[in-house]
């Protein structure tokens, strides 16, 4: 017992002072994050000014091109996407030269070093590092968000469809072919360019080369991504979908467990609150610090090898190297596929593993630091979110033209000003995990002493907290809904550019209108919200409800108004009856309105607290509502 | 020094960038039209319009003599168009629909049988004088700039014929 209690006397004094450690890690982090960004801040923003001008220009300029064909929308934001990310390696590395990462570098191991001509010139550390960012860079989403500007700007002159259409290939075997010899035809190119790299590297074919990468991404964005959702249709029809079925429903009921329920509970879990947060909150601020370090070059992991290692310890030849001794001796159908390994596996060395090693040195810096470090990314990161809300909010929404002329001012928030300070937090990250590397390589270093157990306690609970902390973060995501306005019955308030007003709320388990005194009867209950839409500019769209409780979702029946809709200068009001059950009728009931536009501007929505009493269950039973359907339009 | 220009640069170019989508944004709308001037069009299906009166009207009397009032705050713009639709083969798919403009949004005809021999619709095939009524409100009428014909077969169905309320 008493042993007990020392440990976890112990125990509680290990979480204190690690969390004492976190804490000056993160202070420190963020002060010299601070620091390199306020000293920097004419040239980060103007470099982050130019990658957002880069982005912008090139959604315009594929726009443009789109008229012609949509293929070469393709070349547009090919173009736009590379010169993005060669501002921000750039910026990177500005940020790390002031913070004096090179000379950390060159103390790590100082006769082992091979010189790098990526330190030579900057146009030679593009050539370089390009692929492995469009690697990450895509796999955060950020070239689906090219893809949603560009079909937003083609929806006023194309046609968002006739963009989709054209590149789709599962319209016709020709579509599909197009699109597969396009997508091969790009992959060769980029093997082709390979070969003329390593026989002359020019800045012009290195460029060239990422161009033709992104293209390659982005064709697979926009049209490949129809291949697997044709496919899931086509197994969706085959019988042995209906045998999953079936054993799912045998196995539910052996098992006496809802099955389809469970794993739909579980997967919603897993999205909603596990994969956010070990996605965007976790895995993304490591890639960018990984990507950091790429920067200045996977190197540092060869001169670790280097340094623990004697020559007769190198690894052996790599996977490439092997197929590559092998090709020069073979022939015929072993050549041939010698050849694809070839260039299934150089793609792997030009994308993945300089990744790959980089994320290996930074994860060595040791958690306390990482911890620290994705805290700072994350609390900049929602700072920004937070007021690009309230920036959003205070405009109000407004029409699809509103928005997207719009779109790219507000963008500046997260694009330049946010970017900016992340690039700053990236850079001093990056150099404390070259100086713990230091501290670490020290000889001097002492041994961890033995036992250690209570701080292995210590550490998983302040993890677990971490954890948690970080769970909260992802929570914290700013509503989609931008434009979120709350409000009471009688009181106005806009939806996109139109003036929406509840006016009163009945509710019984009867209908009743002129033409039909027996128009609905329901054991559950009948909520009528009479509310008006004032279309003072703009024009016509038709503005809908739903009730809220919680999760649970009302939309409106047939025996009033579906949605309310009035043109320009007109107020159109409407009776909008809800089925619902009698123990959603509470305090909690809220009805959202929101347009049916096809494409809007803004995520416009307005909340209106309908003052419920949690007596009104009681309410219900006997009591007939009259409903006016479609009453006569007003001009106000 | 060098950083100044730097930041000048990317301001200049932020600067072009944002006025190309301005004007990118400004000359696509959700929902192009096409205006015409002169008092008369011709739209791709071959059909021919010429406005010959555009009046505004306190109330209106139908073909079966009932009459029209406009709702409170509201008043009746009646545009009386003379149309050619000899040329139009497909019956099917040809209709006059009349919309009238402001330069936000249109208003859709109200439900109104014009007296006869006045048309409420245009027949493929014949020539005549179609009248339609629009609920317009008054605080409104002063933005009323053209009525609107449905070209189904060209590129830009909505082509306006600028004109004002006399």
């Known amino acids: 017992m008493v042993s007990q209690r020392r440990s976890a006397d112990h125990t509680e004094i290990g979480i204190l002072a690690l969390t004492r450690r976190f804490g000056t890690e993160l202070g420190a982090l963020a002060l010299a994050g601070g620091r390199a960004w306020i000293h920097l801040l004419p040239q980060l923003l103007a470099l982050t000014l130019l990658g957002w001008s880069a982005y912008y220009g090139s959604v315009l300029l594929s726009a443009r091109l789109a008229v012609w064909s949509a293929w070469l929308v393709i070349v547009g934001l090919a173009l736009g996407v590379t010169a993005r990310l060669a501002t921000l390696v750039v910026s990177l590395r500005v940020v790390a030269e002031h913070l004096g990462v090179s000379t950390l570098l060159r103390s790590l191991a100082s006769d082992e070093r091979i010189d790098d001509d990526r330190d030579q010139s900057l146009s030679r550390l593009l050539t370089i590092t390009m692929l492995p960012f469009l690697a990450v860079y895509a796999s955060f989403g950020y070239v689906n968000s090219f893809v949603h500007d560009l079909a937003m700007m083609s929806v006023t002159s194309i046609g968002l469809a006739t963009l989709l259409q054209d590149l789709n290939p599962t319209t016709s075997t020709v579509a599909m072919v197009a699109v597969g010899v396009v997508i091969v035809g790009l992959f060769l190119a980029r093997r082709g360019l390979d070969r003329l790299l390593d026989r002359r590297r020019t800045v012009v074919l290195g460029i060239v080369a990422v161009v033709i990468e992104a293209s390659f991404l982005l064709i697979v964005a926009l049209s490949g991504f129809r291949l697997v959702e044709a496919f899931q249709l086509w197994l969706n029809d085959r019988a042995v979908r209906s045998w999953i079925d079936t054993a799912m429903h045998t196995l539910s009921q052996l098992l006496h467990i809802d099955l389809p329920v469970f794993f739909t509970t579980v997967w919603e879990i897993f999205v909603e609150s596990v994969w956010p947060v070990l996605w965007e909150v976790i895995s993304q601020p490591l890639a960018w610090l990984a990507l950091t370090a790429l920067v200045f070059g996977s190197r540092v992991l060869s001169l670790q090898d280097l340094w623990t290692q004697t020559p007769e310890q190198q690894s052996t030849p790599s996977r490439l190297a092997q197929i590559r001794g092998q090709l020069a001796q073979a022939s015929g159908l072993r050549r041939a596929v010698l050849r694809v390994q070839d260039a299934f596996f150089s793609d792997v060395d030009d994308k993945y593993l300089p990744t790959w090693w980089a994320l290996k040195l930074v994860l060595r810096a040791g958690w306390l630091p990482l911890a620290a470090f994705v805290t700072a990314y994350n609390l900049v990161r929602l700072s920004g979110e937070w007021v690009e809300v309230q920036v959003l909010r205070a405009i109000g929404g407004g029409s699809f033209t509103e928005g997207l002329l719009l779109a790219p001012v507000v963008a500046l928030i997260p694009d330049v000003v946010v970017l900016s300070a992340q690039l700053a937090l990236l850079g001093a990250a990056f150099a404390r995990v070259l100086q713990q590397r230091e501290r670490s390589d020290s000889p001097r270093t002492a041994a961890p002493a033995p036992g250690d157990r209570r701080t292995s306690a210590a550490e998983v609970v302040l993890v677990a907290a971490l954890l948690a902390g970080f769970t909260g973060l992802s929570l914290l995501e700013p509503s989609q809904s931008a434009q979120q306005h709350t409000v009471a019955v009688g009181t106005p308030s806009t939806l996109d550019g139109k003036l929406v007003t509840v006016h009163k709320i009945r509710y019984g388990d009867s209908l009743a209108s002129a033409s039909n005194p027996e128009l609905g009867r329901s054991r559950l209950a009948f909520v009528v919200v009479t509310a008006a839409v004032y279309a003072r500019s703009g024009p016509a769209t038709t503005v809908t409800m739903q009730l809220h409780n919680g999760s649970r979702r009302y939309h409106s029946g047939s025996w009033g108004s579906f949605g309310l809709n009035a043109e320009l200068g007109f107020q159109q009001s409407g009776d909008l009856v809800f089925e619902v059950d009698p123990a959603d009728l509470s305090s909690h009931l809220e009805a959202v309105m929101t347009t049916s536009a096809f494409v809007t501007g803004f995520h416009d929505e307005v909340h209106i607290e309908l003052g419920i009493p949690d007596s009104a269950p009681a309410q219900v039973a006997g009591q007939q509502v009259f409903v006016v359907a479609a009453p006569p339009r007003e001009a106000p | ?166």
């Open chain 2, 1 to 166: 020094m060098r950083r100044w220009r730097l930041v000048l640069s990317s301001l200049v170019v932020a600067v072009v960038v944002a006025g190309s989508w301005v004007w990118w944004v400004s000359a696509h709308p959700l929902r192009p039209t096409t205006r015409v001037d002169g008092g008369s069009l011709v739209l791709t299906d071959g059909s021919r319009y010429t406005l010959t009166s555009l009046t505004r009207a306190r109330s209106l009397i139908d073909r079966f003599g009932a009459t029209l009032t406009p709702v409170a705050g509201a008043t009746f713009v009646v545009a009386t168009v003379a149309y050619d639709a000899t040329s139009v083969a497909n019956a099917d798919t040809y209709s006059c629909r009349l919309t009238l403009w402001s330069d936000q949004a249109p208003w859709s005809a109200a439900d109104y049988a014009a007296p006869q021999p006045q048309q409420s619709d245009c027949r493929a095939g014949s020539s005549g004088t179609v009248v339609a009524a629009f609920e317009v409100p008054q605080r409104y009428l002063a933005e009323v700039s053209g009525v609107g014909f449905n070209d189904a077969t060209g590129a830009i169905h909505d082509v306006v014929l600028n004109a004002t309320v006399n």
